[in-house]
């Protein structure tokens, strides 16, 4: 094996592959995540890093996507290798966050939840101190409770984290909170919480209730309120609506009205699809963190549009993808790693996969079937399209 490396405040940071590899290149990605992340962890922690090097080795083959070890991490070659210029913009955030994951494991959405309460400021203290104190030592669950709680203390605040943390950490499930508000008396509201369950009906869950709706609430809410998905500009509330939509469309497909469904989503889309356009194709895949959301954005609404049948999104998909086809740019096999050249080609293949999707394997429900296009003798013949004629 060959190795890249650089120095950081005298310490080495060096990258094993296969000479390859390093030739092309691939490990400098990881290289400069981890500088910055060093960087990043020194300032937040308030911790210097402790060893006089960390080595991180690509191998081809290992149990699990990465593993770490005091001063050597060890990772799957498609989990750090790669050429920024080629890969899309999620792989780049993929590989980041496995890098992310094995030198440092903290962040989770319980432990952001606590920061959230604490306030960042305090919870960064808090944490401080525990690292300093319990360095090179021992530490148990109830010894960074009382760290936090005596970073609150010093800013005025008295609350014990070990009560709060442990009915998270403790109790079965999540809670359902249920706010109503009270029509005889203004500005009160009563709250109410029980342990959430898949079927509640069922005094236990059990594995077959594990993909079943729990059904706190009628299917006319959410889909009323998916009406201000269109006032959305962030990816993650496009991307948590496109989760619970597919679900139901599945469901849904082979119902006699699917028309009026498919048609309301295709509805509420629309502008966002229009605002948002195809990616150009000549997006390079750069560095720039700051347009992963929108790159994001934009692939789950072209995905969501063209999953619901959208004769634009499907005409724009196959023009595209037979010319990206004939260009000969489908993918670079980057040593056994395959990756898609930019995110404008990770979108076509995945747009495209829906056109064959419905071409091929149509609703039998004519009326969902004239909403996705018009089949004739088994196949998908798309219509001339305009602009406005999107839902």
């Not at 005596?150 to 014990?160: D, F, I, S």
């Not at 498919?262 to 750069?286: D, M, R």
């Not at 998909?317 to 037979?322: F, P, R």
Request: proline share 4%; aromatic share 12%.
């Amino acid at each position: 094996m060959d190795a890249s490396s650089f120095l950081f405040n005298r310490r080495e940071v060096r990258l094993y592959a296969r000479p390859d590899a390093i030739r092309r290149g691939s490990g400098h990605y990881a290289l400069h995540i981890t500088k910055r992340l060093i960087e990043f962890y020194e300032d937040y922690f308030k911790v210097p890093y402790s060893l006089p090097k960390l080595d991180l080795l690509a191998v081809p083959k290992h149990p699990y996507a990465a593993m770490e070890n005091w001063g050597l991490s060890i990772f799957v070659e498609q989990r750090i290798l790669l050429d920024p210029s080629m890969s899309s913009i999620s792989y780049l955030l993929d590989v980041t966050m496995v890098i992310v994951h094995e030198i440092c494991h903290q962040g989770a959405a319980l432990i952001r939840m606590l920061a959230n309460f604490m306030g960042h400021s305090v919870f960064q203290r808090g944490l401080q101190d525990y690292l300093t104190i319990h360095k090179y030592g021992n530490a148990a669950r109830n010894d960074l409770w009382n760290a936090f709680s005596e970073a609150l203390k010093r800013n005025g605040k008295y609350v014990n984290i070990q009560e709060v943390m442990d009915q998270w950490t403790l109790q079965k499930g999540y809670p359902v909170i249920t706010i109503l508000g009270n029509a005889t008396a203004e500005k009160r509201v009563t709250i109410t919480q029980q342990r959430f369950i898949y079927d509640i009906s069922a005094k236990t869950k059990t594995f077959e209730h594990r993909n079943s709706r729990a059904g706190y609430l009628p299917q006319n809410i959410p889909l009323e309120m998916i009406r201000y998905l269109s006032e959305e500009k962030d990816f993650l509330p496009w991307h948590a609506a496109s989760r619970a939509l597919y679900p139901l469309d599945k469901l849904l497909d082979r119902m006699e009205n699917y028309n009026v469904f498919n048609e309301y989503i295709l509805k509420q889309v629309a502008t966002t699809y229009l605002k948002l356009g195809w990616p150009k194709n000549n997006f390079n895949g750069s560095l720039v963190q700051a347009s992963y959301q929108h790159e994001e954005l934009r692939r789950e609404v072209i995905m969501l549009v063209c999953s619901f049948g959208n004769k634009h999104c499907h005409q724009q998909a196959s023009t595209l993808i037979s010319d990206w086809i004939s260009s000969n740019r489908n993918r670079e096999n980057n040593g056994g790693m395959e990756q898609y050249q930019t995110e404008f080609d990770k979108v076509l293949v995945f747009a495209a996969a829906n056109v064959v999707r419905v071409r091929y394997n149509p609703s039998p429900s004519e009326s969902a079937i004239n909403t996705k296009g018009q089949r004739r003798n088994g196949e998908y013949e798309s219509e001339s399209t305009k602009i406005h004629d999107l839902a």
